[in-house]
C-alpha cells in the first residue's frame, strides 16, 4: 500500500505565507500609488493631552508603557480607541506607535483619547485611495518630530514607506520613539528590508536617550539585525499578530534600547482588536536601563512636570 505524504504544520504555514505573496503582488502588479518624498513633509502635528498635572508625576523608575497597532486603513477608529480605553493592558500607555493612518484618523483618535501626536504619511495607498503613514502618539509632551524617508520602492505599486519619529518628554526621561511599517511580505528584497532596517538603526546610532521602535515590520526577520544591534526584543515569543489566510503572522513587534522589561508581572502581550481591524494590539512595559543615560535634569518651568501643557497647534501639511 502506497503511503501518503502529510504537510507539517509548518510547511502549510509557509506555502500559505508563499502564496499570500503571490496574491499580493498579483492584485498590486497593476497599481501605481503617489509617494510624499519631501523629507520636511506634508507632516502633522496636535496636541490634546490634559494641562492637568498627573497625580503623582511619574518617577523615572515608574513603569511605561508602550502600545503598538495597525489600525486598518485608518478605518474603525471609533473602535480603536474604545479597545485603547476599555483594555487593562492597553489603556495608560505611555507611547502609542500607530501604523495605516491618515491625518483625520490620527487627529480624531487624538482627542477621543487626550494625546499628543506626530504625524507622516508616507503615500497615498493604491488599494485604500488615502494617505498612508505611522503616528507617534503621547499623553506627554513631544519634542523633535522626524519623517524618516526609507530607501526601497515597492515591486509594482513603487510604494515608499517612512517612519515617524519623536522625542516623548515624561518628566526627566526622555524616549526616542520611532513608528514604523515596513512593507508587505515579498514587496522588496530581504536586502533592502535589511537595508531599511540599517536606516533606522542609524538615525537613533549614539543618541543618548532611551530608544522604542515598534510597529508592523511585516515579518520576523528584522528581529536577529536589531539584536545585534545591541536591541531587546521584547515580543519575540507572542503569538501572532496580523490575520492572513486564516493565520495569525507575526508581524508586529517592538525593539528597545536603554528600556528593560518591567520586573511585576508580564513585559509584553496582545489583546484582540475586537472589530478594530485586521491586527491585534501589542504592548509593552518597560523600565529604564541605565538612569544615567535616560535622564536629563529639568528646569523649575520644565513644562513636562506637568502633564503635556497644551503647546503644540495642529498644522497642515506642508
Known amino acids: 500500500m502506497a503511503l501518503?505524504?502529510?504537510?507539517?504544520p509548518l510547511n502549510i504555514r509557509r506555502a500559505a505565507r508563499s502564496l499570500a505573496i503571490v496574491l499580493a503582488l498579483a492584485t498590486l502588479?497593476?497599481?501605481?500609488?503617489?509617494?510624499?518624498?519631501?523629507?520636511a513633509g506634508p507632516g502633522f502635528e496636535g496636541s490634546h493631552a490634559s494641562s492637568i498635572p498627573p497625580a503623582p508625576v511619574p518617577s523615572p523608575g515608574d513603569p511605561i508603557r508602550?502600545?503598538?497597532?495597525?489600525?486598518?486603513?485608518?478605518?474603525e477608529i471609533d473602535k480603536a480607541a474604545e479597545l485603547l480605553r476599555s483594555s487593562?493592558?492597553?489603556r495608560g500607555f505611555d507611547i502609542l506607535l500607530l501604523q495605516e493612518m491618515d491625518a483625520p484618523g490620527v487627529e480624531r483618535l487624538a482627542r477621543a483619547l487626550q494625546l499628543n501626536y506626530v504625524y507622516y504619511p508616507s503615500t497615498v495607498h493604491p488599494q485604500a485611495h488615502r494617505d498612508f503613514g505611522t503616528a507617534v502618539l503621547s499623553p506627554w509632551p513631544l519634542d523633535e518630530p522626524r519623517k524618516l524617508l526609507l530607501p526601497h520602492a515597492a515591486f509594482g505599486t513603487r510604494a515608499r514607506r517612512a517612519a515617524t519619529s519623536a522625542t516623548v518628554?515624561?518628566?526627566?526621561?526622555r524616549i526616542r520613539a520611532v513608528a514604523v511599517h515596513l512593507p508587505a511580505p515579498g514587496a522588496v528584497h530581504y536586502e533592502d528590508r535589511e537595508h531599511q532596517i540599517r536606516v533606522l538603526l542609524?538615525?537613533?546610532?549614539?543618541?543618548?536617550d532611551a530608544v522604542v521602535i515598534g510597529g508592523?515590520?511585516?515579518s520576523r526577520a528584522p528581529g536577529p539585525v536589531f539584536t545585534k544591534s545591541g536591541f531587546l526584543w521584547l515580543t519575540d515569543k507572542l503569538p501572532g499578530t496580523s490575520r492572513g489566510l486564516g493565520l495569525?503572522?507575526?508581524?508586529?513587534?517592538?525593539?528597545?534600547?536603554?528600556?528593560?522589561?518591567?520586573?511585576?508581572g508580564p513585559a509584553a502581550g496582545v489583546v484582540d482588536p475586537a472589530g478594530s481591524s485586521d491586527h491585534r494590539a501589542l504592548w509593552v512595559r518597560l523600565v529604564p536601563q541605565n538612569t544615567k543615560e535616560t535622564l536629563t535634569p529639568p528646569s523649575d518651568d520644565d513644562p513636562t512636570l506637568t502633564c503635556c501643557a497644551a503647546r503644540m497647534a495642529a498644522r497642515p501639511a506642508r
Open 202 to 208: 542609524d538615525d537613533v546610532a549614539g543618541i543618548p
Open 216 to 218: 508592523d515590520f511585516n
Open 248 to 264: 495569525w503572522w507575526s508581524n508586529d513587534h517592538v525593539f528597545t534600547r536603554g528600556l528593560a522589561p518591567a520586573g511585576e
Open 29 to 39: 502588479s497593476c497599481m501605481t500609488t503617489r509617494n510624499y518624498l519631501d523629507p
Open 169 to 173: 518628554r515624561r518628566g526627566a526621561l
Open 4 to 8: 501518503i505524504a502529510v504537510p507539517s
Open 88 to 90: 487593562a493592558d492597553l
Open 66 to 75: 508602550v502600545v503598538t497597532f495597525n489600525i486598518r486603513f485608518s478605518i
